[in-house]
């Protein structure tokens, strides 16, 4: 919005003139301070003139190398999530007495509505978690992991670190004639903070950064670590029918991203999504384990005074 001065008995905009500056006195001084918000009055009341940074009513997903606005100091990530892992593959035997099912995949590390600071200007690089892949069927597995999802600046340096979900396994010495595999679960990715975290603050055009609540947990300034997938083992009886572990869910709340479903005796299992983990094969006859779900980012810039 262009900004005018009374100058003589003519109104001038200040901001279309080349080399024109505004001053304003502050007690006994002209000073050069940052102006974030000027009012006129009009009609009787007042009206907001200028804002330095209007926040975005939309938020990016944007990865990579992000330069930050030279007028925000703060990031909104209203979600992130480390990537899923995948689902181990079901086993079976021709003599052990049990047949054995895949444990699921694990979900990552997560954060919903949390708000950093970072500086005007500097680079941010952005990067979101891949998926872990699932096993064929079979006897020793391990399923694979998903990646990080992180945040580093030039200047903050690292803001966040979103661990994926590390892919479950199987092992055993016997073949199909036995023993029966032993199962080992996944596990859920850590989130590891290191950024500086604001807790309270309003925007320069007046949001209260504590209502900010549209990130799938629901609730202000939350992260956590991932879920675990289960994982069923094994039945007993052979030719016996075990279906594979379900994947671990990504985020908390009423948001939760659910986990992909275990594969059911010669039906599938189906892969995570949203950073939530595969499903696991069952067994009788082996089912395949599914891959894990991408992780995700979605963010904007704030100015916080």
């Avoid at 999802?149 to 004639?177: E, K, M, N, P, Y």
């Avoid at 994982?231 to 986990?259: E, F, M, R």
């Amino acid at each position: 919005m262009p900004i005018y001065v009374k100058d003589g008995g003519t109104w001038r905009e200040i901001s279309s003139d080349a080399g024109s500056q505004l001053y304003v006195r502050d007690a006994t001084s002209f000073t050069n301070k940052t102006i974030t918000n000027a009012y006129i009055k009009d009609g009787g009341s007042w009206r907001t003139a200028f804002t330095l940074f209007d926040t975005p009513t939309s938020y990016s997903t944007t990865t990579g190398a992000v330069a930050v606005p030279s007028n925000a100091n703060a990031i909104h990530v209203q979600f992130a999530v480390g990537g899923g892992s995948g689902g181990v593959g079901g086993g079976e035997y021709d003599k052990a007495g049990k047949e054995s099912a895949g444990a699921g995949g694990a979900s990552g590390g997560y954060i919903s509505d949390k708000v950093f600071s970072v500086t005007g200007g500097e680079t941010l690089t952005i990067s979101t978690g891949s998926a872990g892949t699932g096993t064929g069927t079979g006897y020793t597995l391990t399923a694979g992991s998903g990646g990080a999802t992180t945040i580093t600046g030039s200047t903050s340096t690292a803001i966040f670190s979103l661990a994926g979900g590390v892919g479950g396994s199987s092992t055993t010495t016997g073949g199909d004639q036995g023993p029966p595999r032993s199962n080992f679960p996944s596990v859920g990715g850590a989130a590891t903070i290191s950024g500086t975290v604001l807790t309270s603050g309003t925007t320069v055009d007046g949001l209260n950064i504590t209502t900010f609540t549209s990130g799938p947990v629901g609730t202000f300034n939350s992260n956590g670590s991932g879920t675990a997938g289960t994982n069923p083992g094994n039945c007993n009886g052979d030719n016996c029918q075990i279906t594979g572990g379900v994947g671990g869910s990504s985020y908390a709340g009423p948001g939760a991203v659910a986990g992909g479903s275990g594969g059911p005796a010669g039906g599938s299992s189906s892969a995570g999504s949203r950073g939530s983990g595969g499903g696991g094969g069952g067994s009788q006859p082996s089912v395949a384990g599914s891959a894990g779900g991408a992780g995700e980012i979605s963010y904007r810039f704030l100015r916080i005074v």
